[in-house]
C-alpha cells in the first residue's frame, strides 16, 4: 500500500480526498495548518507523495516546499492552490506539479497515476538520500 502525505488547510478538502484516496487503497496521513512537523511525518511514514496547500498561515508553501526538497530531492511534491497563476508558477516556487482547486476526482487521480507510475522499482521516495 503507497503513501501519500497531504497538508491542507481547508477541513472539506482534507477530508474528501482523503477519503477518495483511502478507497482507492492508498495509505493517508493528514496534516491541518497547525504547524505539524511535516519533515517528521516524511521521516515517519515515507509517503511516495505530497499533496501541500500554497497558502498555510503559519508558512508559506515555498518555505516548506525548501525544507522538503533539501531533506528528500526526489519525493514528488505537488501544489494544491486555488490560484490562478499556479500553472505558470509551481515549478518556480519548487513544486513538481500543480493541482488547481476546484479540481476533480480523475484529475487528482491523474495526477497521482502520473508521479507514482514507474517508481516502484526505484529507490524508496520519502527516504533520504
Known amino acids: 500500500m503507497e503513501t501519500i502525505l497531504i497538508q491542507e488547510t481547508d477541513a472539506a478538502t ?3 480526498v482523503g477519503t477518495a484516496l483511502q478507497r482507492r487503497g492508498f495509505r493517508v496521513y493528514n496534516l491541518t495548518d497547525r504547524r505539524e512537523n511535516i519533515l517528521e ?3 515517519r511514514h515515507h509517503p511516495r507523495l505530497i499533496f501541500l496547500d500554497c497558502w498555510l498561515s503559519h508558512y508559506t508553501g515555498k518555505e ?6 533539501a531533506h528528500f530531492p526526489r519525493l514528488p511534491v505537488i501544489a494544491f492552490s486555488c490560484d490562478n497563476r499556479i500553472e505558470q508558477g509551481y515549478r ?4 513538481d506539479g500543480y493541482l488547481k482547486k476546484p479540481f476533480d476526482l480523475e484529475a487528482l487521480y491523474r495526477v497521482i497515476r502520473k508521479f507514482l507510475s514507474g517508481r516502484r522499482k526505484r529507490h524508496q521516495v ?3 538520500v
Open 92 to 95: 518556480e516556487l519548487g513544486f
Open 41 to 43: 511525518m516524511i521521516q
Open 126 to 128: 520519502g527516504e533520504p
Open 14 to 16: 482534507l477530508d474528501v
Open 64 to 69: 516548506i516546499i525548501h525544507w522538503i526538497k
